[in-house]
């Protein structure tokens, strides 16, 4: 063995969201005892329009029982299924937010469809970091490397720190295989791209996923590794070809429902988790566009419901 690299194995400690099936990941650098929070989520009850804190909480409380100092607040992209929680975790910790540099693309997409303010610049400056493919970042003295996966979305980013990579949407666990495409800005063949991107870390590289979504019998299973995708990935699994996986993806997505959170979540999460400006009541308000979406898959429609251009 003498001459090989051995790769540093962070702690991680998951929470889950039982609503949303969401998965917050708490990265940890034991030699340090600092950490870096992926992916939080801010509860949202849409029928009456109430936002909660209970689940940031349990994170919050859990970093300062352990005494952890949080280096980083990391997004791997702009969420349809949950509201982010990053203000919440800014205020009680004092650290950067981080994101992929074309959030810009999604901000202006969605800056368009939610009519959003003038004040609203879709230039990013809402996150304090834009990571470009290839870009660094440590966490303690665990040096960690961005890669730029899109597919899902224009700006999805995986995080590479040791052997613990977090994909956020890209990839699912092995039973459930992979993203969706049909989100504007999304792209099935560049998903493809991304995943093989993935799965070219070493086998034993620990895979972090964001979500899973069980049958009632089984428990969610949020960590695999790249050999188990790359042997049962029900998708992506090694032999499928491009082509194979984009007929496959882009029929899949023409059958599924919109997330039931994506118009609240995307025009708060394009503002790194911040509600919109009060309006002139002094209340906040979200929008919700009519006849935006298709009401199978993500392509956009025009006001009066036609499919847009």
């Known amino acids: 063995m003498s001459g090989q690299q051995v790769m540093a194995h962070p702690e991680v400690v998951t929470f889950r969201d039982p609503v949303t099936a969401t998965a917050t990941q708490v990265l940890i650098d034991p030699d340090s005892a600092h950490c870096a929070i992926i992916d939080s989520v801010l509860d949202y009850e849409p029928a009456s329009g109430t936002t909660d804190t209970s689940s940031v909480q349990r994170v919050i409380d859990y970093v300062r029982q352990r005494g952890l100092k949080v280096d980083w607040l990391l997004e791997t992209h702009v969420h349809a299924d949950h509201l982010s929680a990053a203000p919440h975790l800014q205020e009680a910790f004092d650290a950067p937010l981080g994101i992929g540099a074309r959030v810009r693309e999604v901000q202006a997409i969605f800056r368009e469809l939610f009519d959003a303010e003038p004040a609203f610049i879709a230039d990013g400056h809402q996150f304090d970091a834009l990571f470009e493919d290839g870009a660094t970042l440590s966490v303690g003295g665990l040096e960690g490397r961005v890669l730029h996966t899109p597919g ?80 049962d990935n029900i998708h992506v699994h090694e032999g499928v070809t491009e082509d194979e996986f984009v007929a496959m993806r882009t029929e899949r997505d023409a059958g599924l429902e919109m997330p039931t959170l994506i118009l609240p979540s995307v025009q708060v999460n394009m503002r790194a988790g911040h509600l919109p400006p009060p309006g002139n009541n002094g209340r906040r308000y979200l929008k919700i566009p009519i006849n935006a979406f298709e009401r199978h898959g993500g392509a956009m429609r025009d006001d009066d419901g036609s499919r847009a251009s």
């Open 152 to 231: 899902h979305t224009p700006a999805c980013l995986t995080y590479v720190f040791g052997d613990a990579a977090f994909v956020g949407d890209t990839l699912f666990a092995p039973r459930y295989g992979t993203a969706r495409c049909d989100f504007p800005g999304g792209d099935a063949r560049a998903l493809f791209r991304s995943i093989g991107r993935i799965l070219e870390l070493p086998p034993e590289t620990r895979v972090f996923l964001c979500h899973d979504y069980p049958p009632e019998d089984l428990a969610p299973v949020l960590e695999t590794t790249v050999a188990a995708e790359r042997r």
